[in-house]
């Protein structure tokens, strides 16, 4: 039985995993993918990372994976089907975990499979594709126009890219309330061929014609609906939802948030299990707190195994 498993291949449980390798615990480090870093591979430029130049967040990513294949530790590839307690013969805790290619138990855990993005809310005609990643799919639509729905970074992010590549960006918004970085807002804002739409909360989005018209209820009872900007593409960004469905005991779980309670030593109400990264219920979640949520958690999963694992 390993001392250690660490879940998820992100920011944080990638730093996790080298302070594990420097604690001289017998660990393992899983990710569904060897090159899936979580939400930080989707950020366009990681701008305030101490000590390194601005860069897209999946080359961040990439030089944190290249420094654990240098210090020898390898990300094993599986999908995380289920992980609850379990009692060994000795009368101690230990957590399993089920994948979909067999199962593992270890010591402690540090559960660190973050968030997915959050789906929207309305009536989408069959065959209209929706993205979620303008990195990824912004070149398909090269010169035309888009809509990206959301208010806060990563929606204004996305749209500074989208303005470079495509002919027009409007930013539709559900209130006025923008929660994007002052800096960044201000920034976009400025954009000629970027607009920003308030008050505009989606409710259908239909294809006519070979475009794509947005839909919003509005007050007069008269008219059940307006016509939002016709655009080729939507891209949507209003956060996220945390991977929480493979964890059995739910009072880990945050009933109001869905996010994993933890103390600011990353420990859970649960002996021997860990959270860090997106997947804690905290107000900051940045690449930099997702590398010292694993570097915290590593320091309370050794206090712990000293505590409880070596009487």
């Not at 997947?279 to 958690?297: L, P, V």
């Amino acid at each position: 039985m390993k001392d250690l498993i660490i879940l998820g291949n992100g920011i944080a449980g990638m730093t996790a995993a080298l302070y594990a390798k420097r604690a001289n615990l017998d660990f393992k480090i899983v990710g569904r993918d060897e090159y899936d870093f979580g939400q930080i591979a989707n950020a366009i430029m990681v701008e305030n990372y101490p000590g390194i130049e601005p860069m897209p967040g999946f080359d961040l990513a990439m030089k944190i994976h290249d420094q654990l294949e240098n210090n020898g530790i390898k990300i094993e590839e599986h999908e995380v089907l289920k992980v609850w307690p379990g009692i060994t013969p000795e009368n101690r805790i230990d957590w399993r975990i089920a994948y979909k290619d067999g199962e593992d138990k270890a010591k402690a855990i540090i559960y660190a499979l973050g968030a997915k993005h959050r789906e929207l809310n309305c009536e989408i005609e069959e065959g209209i594709p929706i993205h979620y990643c303008a990195l990824c799919d912004g070149n398909f639509y090269k010169g035309k126009d888009v809509a990206i729905i959301g208010g806060g970074d990563v929606a204004f992010t996305q749209a500074e890219y989208l303005s470079k590549i495509c002919k027009n960006v409007v930013i539709l918004m559900c209130d006025e309330n923008i929660t994007a970085w002052p800096s960044t807002a201000e920034r976009v804002k400025e954009i000629k061929n970027v607009s920003i739409e308030y008050n505009f909360p989606i409710k259908s989005i239909k294809k006519r014609d070979g475009r794509i018209y947005l839909f919003t209820e509005i007050s007069n009872p008269a008219l059940s609906f307006k016509y939002g900007p016709i655009v080729d593409g939507v891209f949507v960004a209003i956060g996220m939802v945390p991977n929480i469905e493979p964890i059995v005991e739910k009072e880990i779980i945050c009933p109001n948030s869905y996010y994993i309670y933890t103390n600011d030593e990353c420990c859970s109400n649960r002996d021997g299990f860990y959270a860090a990264g997106d997947i804690r219920g905290k107000t900051t979640r940045q690449a930099i707190t997702a590398a010292a949520d694993g570097a915290t958690a590593v320091h309370s999963v050794c206090s712990y195994l000293s505590r409880y694992w070596s009487k």
